[in-house]
């Protein structure tokens, strides 16, 4: 299984490739800045693109299995349609080569599924990139991809576990983190599980 990573060089991107090529994947990277890649092996294959630019994002694309988007805004918390642009970019990059799976880590929160007052509130913090968020993952499910959504709640540094909860309805029960390398445990395991196909996770330890 060939593998494409977007957005390798951030936090969940950086613990995927790692726990890709440790496990055989032949990855490819698509990365603004090679250099600030953490992981060597023979089998991380880089490429130095845009992915703003739609010609470099397909022509990386060709010759894949899977797509895999990592991707965060460098917007923070203001207004964007940053993620939706780059995601459109990739999924018409997908169509014209003729690439069907994509797993997009999103967030919490896109379905304004985290409940209670104190869910609100990270709801109303996270307004602007959960909005960017949710486009792009409307988007990916207009054109006829197989996908899955991966929704985490707050992400921490904590190290690998491999034990967290998943709900495919809303977010895990009193959960408010999980570690950035376990969501990258789940991308995984989604890669090679069908059950998985068209299915929108949230996660949390």
Same mark, same amino acid.
């Given at each position: 299984?060939?593998?494409?990573?977007?957005?390798?060089?951030?936090?969940?991107?950086?613990?995927?490739?790692?726990?890709?090529?440790?496990?055989?994947?032949?990855?490819?990277?698509?990365?603004?800045?090679?250099?600030?890649?953490?992981?060597?092996?023979?089998?991380? $294959?880089?490429?130095?693109? &845009?992915?703003? !630019?739609?010609?470099?994002?397909?022509?990386? /694309? %060709?010759?894949?299995?899977?797509?895999?988007?990592?991707?965060?805004?460098?917007?923070?918390?203001?207004?964007?349609?940053?993620?939706?642009?780059?995601?459109?970019?990739?999924?018409?990059?997908?169509?014209?080569?003729?690439?069907?799976?994509?797993?997009?880590?999103?967030?919490?929160?896109?379905?304004?599924?985290?409940?209670?007052?104190?869910?609100?509130?990270?709801?109303?913090?996270?307004?602007?990139?959960?909005?960017? $968020?949710?486009?792009?993952? &409307?988007?990916? !499910?207009?054109?006829?991809?197989?996908?899955? /959504? %991966?929704?985490?709640?707050?992400?921490?540094?904590?190290?690998?576990?491999?034990?967290?909860?998943?709900?495919?309805?809303?977010?895990?029960?009193?959960?408010?983190?999980?570690?950035?390398?376990?969501?990258?445990?789940?991308?995984?395991?989604?890669?090679?599980?069908?059950?998985?196909?068209?299915?929108?996770?949230?996660?949390?330890?």
């Amino acid at each position: 299984m060939k593998i494409i990573v977007f957005g390798a060089t951030g936090g969940v991107g950086q613990a995927l490739v790692k726990q890709a090529v440790e496990k055989g994947f032949e990855v490819t990277v698509f990365v603004r800045t090679p250099a600030k890649l953490e992981t060597q092996s023979e089998l991380l $294959h880089v490429i130095q693109g &845009d992915a703003f !630019k739609p010609d470099e994002v397909a022509a990386a /694309i %060709a010759g894949h299995d899977v797509v895999v988007s990592c991707l965060g805004s460098s917007q923070g918390m203001k207004k964007s349609n940053e993620l939706q642009t780059m995601t459109k970019n990739i999924v018409d990059g997908m169509k014209q080569h003729g690439v069907k799976r994509i797993i997009y880590t999103a967030s919490a929160g896109i379905d304004k599924e985290i409940p209670g007052v104190s869910g609100k509130l990270v709801m109303t913090m996270l307004k602007n990139p959960l909005i960017d $968020h949710r486009a792009a993952v &409307d988007y990916i !499910k207009a054109n006829g991809l197989t996908y899955t /959504i %991966a929704r985490p709640m707050g992400l921490t540094n904590n190290p690998l576990t491999g034990e967290y909860r998943e709900s495919a309805t809303s977010v895990p029960d009193k959960s408010r983190s999980i570690p950035r390398a376990d969501v990258a445990h789940f991308i995984l395991k989604a890669l090679s599980d069908g059950k998985y196909e068209h299915t929108s996770i949230g996660l949390a330890t």
